[in-house]
């Protein structure tokens, strides 16, 4: 499986918004889509996982389907909760932000469907098996499981302390690798809390959860913050614990 971290920022280290690309046809969240894939890379989309609605994970979706308006010839699946499927439409694809749902179509297709997920329930999608699974932050989230025949990898999505995903993650004997919110510094824990994220103090209570043999990847590090959030993940010189690199492509 090949796990890219979309970048989102002009000088394409940093991280503002959130979009993983999966191999080459699957994204996870689609903050980021459209400013961080070349034309091409957009045009092999088949299926986007919405974690949860917020901004920086949906920004550029309605630009996305707006700019493969031509090219589609079936339509993108969208896999979102219900709850937050009625929200996009709700909010971002009315007449006053962008256009309707409705009119999201060329003469050959709509360019997207909805696909309703729920956690605790897997599904197939190009190849791959995801299972959501709910994490802990402000609004409605999911973590997602993602499984091909020899690998596994879990995508936090944004969160704070939590429990259902790490039982799923220490039963899942390939699992290779966990992608987790790590979006402050130390000296702002407090309000990582708050708002269900994490600092490197909170991440290695969480990692206490995980079993021993899983490289874990910091990221959707705070663009402002992110060179202090590195200098204080070097500190703890724990070999499990590593950023992810923005751009890179990962193999597992
Ligand atoms: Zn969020």
Not at 102 to 129: C, I, K, S
Not at 139 to 162: I, N, Q
Not at 209 to 230: E, M, N, Q, T, W
Request: aromatic fraction near 6%.
């Amino acid at each position: 499986m090949r796990v890219r971290i979309v970048p989102s920022t002009r000088d394409g280290r940093h991280q503002l918004l959130t979009s993983y690309l999966i191999n080459k046809t699957l994204a996870i969240d689609a903050g980021a889509l459209s400013i961080g894939l070349t034309q091409e890379e957009q045009r092999a989309l088949r299926a986007i996982i919405i974690t949860h609605t917020h901004l920086d994970h949906t920004a550029t979706l309605p630009m996305l389907l707006t700019d493969l308006f031509d090219e589609l010839r079936r339509p993108i699946a969208l896999y979102a909760t219900q709850s937050d499927f009625d929200a996009l439409v709700k909010y971002i694809f009315n007449p006053r932000i962008w256009i309707t749902i409705e009119t999201l179509r060329n003469e050959h297709t709509a360019l997207v469907e909805h696909r309703p997920m729920r956690a605790g329930e897997p599904f197939d999608v190009e190849g791959l098996t995801i299972l959501p699974v709910q994490v802990t932050h402000t609004v409605l989230t999911h973590g997602l499981l993602v499984e091909d025949e020899k690998s596994a990898v879990l995508f936090t999505s944004d969160t704070g302390a939590t429990e259902k995903i790490w039982e799923v993650a220490n039963a899942c004997a390939k699992l290779k690798a966990v992608f987790i919110d790590l979006s402050f510094p130390n000296a702002l824990t407090e309000l990582a809390r708050v708002s269900e994220h994490h600092s490197p103090e909170t991440l290695l209570d969480e990692m206490k959860k995980l079993r021993s043999d899983i490289a874990v990847y910091g990221v959707l590090l705070k663009a402002p913050y992110r060179d202090r959030i590195i200098a204080e993940v070097n500190t703890l010189n724990d070999p499990r614990l590593t950023i992810a690199e923005v751009g890179r492509d990962y193999d597992f």
